[in-house]
């Protein structure tokens, strides 16, 4: 585990002791699972400064997004909801043991069809496909684990009047996805940043295709 940054506080903070209790609630407690909290290396390196010392300039907040009534009042687009609220359904489902051979690495991209509504606003009217990929215990199959994230999980987050037989589901499309965490992913691949800019909604740069339809066509 490594902690990098700058800092300026009052009082004391133990970030090695809140980054394995944050490292245990995420669900990493065995080698086997592929990082164990307990055993894991700590490597610190924090600039602390003086209180009411530290620059302006260090204190500023980079981020892309904006804000959209598409869905609910979150103010975020619809995709990022559903996929955000899948992550947290498989959490539930893997600490209540109903999903017991869940583990702790998992991902999830949800794609919509938007239309173009009288008024001129764009609204989300169908989920086009729905992306699950999730480690997993030894001895489950794929069949099992599509059914059950299906069944369990997608329609239990995403409302139905935005599913229909046409919807896509790719659930752990590469197979087996039994060695994940730290061990099996380095994580410095650019996700991070693709999270921060919705989803791929708000881009720095690069191309988005969105499938769109019309309602007035019927198309």
Known sequence: MFILGKISLK??????QIARLVTKEIGYTSTDIGFDYLT???CLNIDYLPPKTMPFEYSYYCGVGYATDE?????LPATMIFSNKICEKLKEARKSKELSWLRPDCKSQVTMEY??????????????????????????SN???????????IKEVIPSEFMDAKTLYHINPSGTFQTGGPSADSGVTGRKQ??????????HSGMI???????RENT
Do not use: C
Request: no cysteine; net charge positive; glycine share 8%.
């Open 71 to 75: 869905y609910d009042d979150s103010l």
């Open 194 to 203: 693709t999270v921060d800019m919705y989803g791929g909604w708000a881009p």
């Open 40 to 42: 894991s290396h700590f």
């Open 115 to 140: 239309a173009r509504m009288p008024d001129n606003m764009i609204k989300p009217v169908r989920v086009f496909g729905v992306v699950i990929s999730t480690q997993h215990g030894p001895g489950i």
């Open 11 to 16: 009082g004391k903070v133990f970030p090695e």
């Open 143 to 153: 069949e099992v684990i599509r059914k059950s994230l299906i069944e369990k999980v």
């Open 209 to 215: 295709i969105i499938r769109w339809t019309s309602i």
